[in-house]
């Protein structure tokens, strides 16, 4: 079965200075690997994805993950924060050989961002 | 396109009353998701559709709640009756499967919920 540890349930960080939200998973065959951002009182939205292709993963607001199989993780950087980082962060897995199409999600982190 | 439309955005109802809860999945997605989001659980995966045939319910609390997805572009989540612990926010999802892998999942902006 597939699951996801966010390693972090809260990260506060100065605006102008790095991000680093940390996620390990469990999947027995190859997974899809997802972070999705949701800012208080919104629905989730789609950061960026893995899906086999390249393991360095850019996405939106400046946020890129690289998928590392040997370490079995999918870590969200930015190198720069900024105020309207302050949302909470799941990070999310698929695993093909489970056939369902369920997601599992990780507990969220929580970033707060301060001036 | 419009995205995932949940409708209504909040409902405030009384203990033992009947909620129904809307949803319109982006055009042309095969896939459709409801969740649930609390403080204490987090997000749950309530049942799912493909096609519009229910897939998996095992999420479904018990039988107050139920789901349907008439046609492709509409689903409903009903709790009938409704009880205080039910209070949470009810997110509907949709998707495409690409190459026999799940893709994105396009999250409406959900329905809060609360019942006194």
């Known amino acids: 079965a597939q699951s996801v540890t966010q390693l972090d349930s809260h990260v506060s960080v100065s605006e102008g200075t790095p991000v680093l939200l940390r996620c390990n998973y469990s999947s027995s065959y190859s997974p899809s690997l997802f972070w999705y951002v949701q800012h208080p009182n919104k629905g989730l939205q789609l950061l960026l994805k893995y899906t086999s292709a390249a393991t360095l993963v850019k996405g939106i607001n400046g946020f890129e993950a690289e998928f590392k199989k040997s370490e079995t993780s999918f870590h969200l950087t930015k190198p720069s924060a900024h105020m309207s980082d302050a949302a909470e962060y799941f990070c999310?897995?698929?695993?093909?050989?489970?056939?369902?199409?369920?997601?599992?999600f990780g507990a969220g982190t929580t970033v707060t961002v301060r001036a | 396109d419009a995205g995932v439309i949940q409708s209504p955005r909040h409902e405030v109802t009384e203990m033992g009353q009947e909620v129904t809860l809307r949803c319109k999945p982006i055009?042309?997605?095969?896939?459709l998701f409801w969740y649930r989001q609390t403080m204490m659980r987090g997000l749950e995966l309530l049942i799912y559709?493909?096609?519009?045939?229910?897939?998996?319910d095992s999420g479904m609390p018990e039988d107050r709640f139920s789901a349907k997805m008439p046609n492709a572009s509409f689903s409903t989540l009903k709790i009938q009756p409704s009880e205080p612990r039910d209070s949470a926010v009810y997110f509907c999802?949709?998707?495409?499967?690409?190459?026999?892998?799940?893709?994105?999942?396009?999250f409406g902006p959900g329905t809060r919920l609360t019942v006194l």
């Open positions: 055009s042309g997605h095969d896939y």
């Open positions: 559709f493909n096609n519009n045939v229910p897939i998996d």
């Open positions: 999310v897995v698929s695993d093909l050989r489970s056939n369902d199409y369920k997601l599992s």
């Open positions: 999802a949709s998707s495409l499967v690409n190459r026999g892998r799940i893709d994105t999942q396009y």
